[in-house]
């Protein structure tokens, strides 16, 4: 499985930003896709995950602020992220799981305050 995504870019404090990421090659009926971030000095950590069905989890410094969906005939997942914040900023990495985690190739944001 590859996984491209798209959409990081320097933005203001208040801002919003929407995150894409395409799935291709051996893909499953049944996935969890999602996002994960990592800032300089800290660990990855969940932003968002959404599984076939829908169903959704989300870090809990995202809740209320980012919201995931996907398009399954697309494969693609998406981030929409509004009222960012400077601590926001890290490097945004998609992800696939079926039996086996993949990951993207990480788009940075940088929020700017």
């Known amino acids: 499985v590859q996984l491209q995504a798209f959409g990081g870019r320097l933005v203001q404090a208040g801002g919003s930003l929407r995150l894409s990421c395409a799935a291709s090659?051996?893909?499953?009926?049944?996935?969890?896709m999602g996002w994960y971030r990592q800032a300089p000095g800290k660990q990855r950590e969940l932003v968002a995950r959404?599984?076939?069905?829908?169903?959704?989890t989300y870090g809990d410094s995202v809740k209320g602020r980012f919201t995931i969906s996907r398009d399954n005939a697309k494969n693609t997942v998406y981030l929409q992220m509004n009222s960012l914040k400077p601590e926001d900023t890290a490097v945004y990495y998609c992800?696939?799981?079926?039996?086996?985690?993949?990951w993207g190739q990480g788009t940075l944001v940088t929020v700017s305050s």
């Open positions: 992800h696939y799981r079926t039996d086996i985690d993949y």
């Open positions: 090659g051996r893909i499953f009926s049944l996935s969890i």
């Open positions: 959404i599984d076939s069905f829908g169903s959704t």
